[in-house]
């Protein structure tokens, strides 16, 4: 009887454990797109702050995905999901975009868009773009156009691989960029403490640069510097998902659980 006491104590206290850990990987999350579904064309921001994504010459699909039901195929040069301006997405400094991709081609001669937040006069508020002469990723700042050049899973110019998911995280703290790969701090860069903000659209995809080619799955935005656990915490599933409660509203639910 007592071990079982025991046990039942352990099962509660891992459970408030796991609480926890959702709490604090909810803080400053203001733009969560699980890519499981469209409605009408538009992808559904997941913390119901209405950050929703219009989605042209792309599509959800199942036949490919890391996380959920689906991911988003981009295809074409000109696939993109367009994020309207809103005061959550022009006023932070520090964040973290973190994502799933899976590049299905590899570089293709022109800089090709993966995202960007832009802002008036600036493009790379973060601009991020693969190489055009090698698999890497360009992750930029203005003023200044700092950061990565092309870089990969084990810093500059390490390529990635086409037809692999990757777990990638780009956290900018003061004015340092931490670059992360599968949970592991690849490189880190010099960048503007104040980069440039406003007043402008969030992309997936095209902007004024054609579309890289990739599956996209599970990305989020958080208006806060995630330390090294947390995204390893996200990577791994912990963060707790989004359930429809109606055709335009999620909520947040149970624990996301990640399957290949």
């Not at 990635?160 to 860069?189: C, I, M, P």
Request: hydrophobic fraction near 35%; proline fraction near 3%; include cysteine.
């Amino acid at each position: 009887m007592r071990f079982l006491s025991y046990l039942v104590i352990v099962t509660l206290l891992g459970f408030c454990g796991v609480l926890s850990t959702q709490a604090a990987l909810d803080d400053g999350l203001i733009l969560y797109f699980s890519f499981d579904r469209d409605i009408d064309g538009t992808a559904i921001d997941g913390t119901r702050n209405g950050n929703n994504g219009t989605i042209s010459s792309a599509s959800i699909t199942t036949d490919e995905k890391k996380v959920g039901l689906g991911s988003i195929e981009m295809l074409d040069e000109n696939a993109s999901v367009e994020v309207e301006s809103s005061s959550a997405l022009e006023g932070f400094q520090d964040h973290s975009f973190v994502f799933w991709i899976n590049f299905i081609q590899a570089h293709n001669g022109a800089w090709s868009q993966i995202f960007a937040k832009k802002a008036p006069g600036s493009d790379r508020s973060p601009g991020v773009w693969v190489c055009p002469s090698s698999l890497n990723i360009h992750y930029k700042f203005n003023p200044g156009n700092q950061g990565s050049n092309c870089v990969g899973p084990g810093g500059e110019n390490q390529l990635f691989e086409v037809g692999q998911w990757y777990h990638v995280a780009g956290v900018k703290e003061g004015g340092k960029l931490r670059f992360y790969v599968d949970g592991e701090v690849s490189s880190e860069y010099d960048v503007p403490a104040n980069h440039a903000q406003g007043v402008e659209k969030l992309y997936i995809g095209k902007t004024g640069y054609r579309s890289a080619t990739f599956y996209l799955d599970d990305f989020f935005l958080f208006d806060r510097a995630l330390s090294t656990d947390e995204v390893s915490d996200i990577m791994e599933g912990l963060l707790i998902s989004v359930e429809p409660q109606d055709k335009l509203t999620t909520t947040w639910g149970s624990l996301k659980t990640q399957r290949d």
